[in-house]
């Protein structure tokens, strides 16, 4: 069992995610990690979501960023979803995470900012065991 899933839309996404992992290291937290596209690939990232035991996602992406969202619509664990920087400076990843519709929550850090989002996943497995 791994406390944290952590899923990039793209390869291209890993730098974010590299910033994730040293956080998610250094409180001593298990995590999993793979790259599923929410558009290319809608099958296998269900499966895997399904399929996963992690007590909280991370779903990382840009551009549209639908990954988060389609998530969240998946499980009823925790997700936080991570805005990745692109040809809109971020914003446009920002706004689609943050407006999720009700049922579909997503908590959202800032643009790149996969130390927050991994920082609030500690603290999420944290007030679990509380």
């Known amino acids: 069992m791994v406390d944290v899933a952590v899923i990039c839309g793209s390869a291209s996404d890993s730098p974010v995610a590299e910033k994730v992992f040293a956080a998610l290291k250094e409180h001593g937290v298990s995590y999993d990690y ?6 290319r690939d809608p099958e296998r990232l269900d499966e895997y979501v399904k399929a996963s035991d992690a007590r909280v996602f991370i779903a990382i992406a840009g551009l549209s960023a639908a990954l988060p969202g389609v998530v969240a619509s998946k499980t009823k664990r925790p997700v936080i979803g991570v805005p990745v920087s692109g040809t809109l400076m971020g914003i446009d990843a920002l706004l ?8 579909v929550p997503v908590a959202c850090v800032g643009v790149d900012n996969g130390v927050n989002a991994a920082l609030l996943a500690v603290r999420i497995l944290e007030a679990g065991r509380a």
């Not at 689609?96 to 049922?103: D, L, T």
């Open 34 to 39: 793979t790259v599923i596209s929410a558009h």
């Open 96 to 103: 689609s995470i943050v407006q999720m519709p009700k049922g």
